[in-house]
Nanobody, 121 residues
Framework: QVQLVESGGGSVQAGGSLRLSCAASGNTYCMAWFRQAPGKEREWVAYTYTGSGVSYYADSVKGRFTVSRDNAENTQYLQMISLRPDDAAMYYC?????????????????WGKGTQVTVSS
């Protein structure tokens, strides 16, 4: 199993930006970002086919969030702009070595511990 470590969370005002990082200990086929707010289910944010670098986004973040990768460092980034209070959540990085990407949490075998994002209005 690949180990994942997220970083970069913090507290910003609405309209602000943050960049999250996820460092992986090994190669993966797909890496994803999920988020979970208190009392809510874990929500898919984006996933990336690590070989091609092609990413797909949830409608709620499309146009505001962008995934990028540093393949040499096996690190994935989630650039978040125009943050809104409803973006506030614990953000998790997930990965799988299986040959697919999924927008469901059970599609991933490796998870980071999460990094908190707080957005004040």
């Amino acid at each position: 199993q690949v180990q994942l470590v997220e970083s970069g969370g913090g507290s910003v005002q609405a309209g602000g930006s943050l960049r999250l990082s996820c460092a992986a200990s090994g190669n993966t086929y797909c890496m994803a970002w999920f988020r979970q707010a208190p009392g809510k289910e874990r929500e898919w944010v984006a996933y990336t086919y690590t070989g091609s670098g092609v990413s797909y986004y949830a409608d709620s973040v499309k146009g505001r969030f962008t995934v990028s990768r540093d393949n040499a460092e096996n690190t994935q980034y989630l650039q978040m702009i125009s943050l809104r209070p409803d973006d506030a959540a614990m953000y998790y990085c997930a990965a799988t070595e299986q040959p697919y990407c999924s927008n469901a949490p059970n599609g991933y075998t490796s998870w980071g511990k999460g990094t908190q994002v707080t957005v004040s209005s």
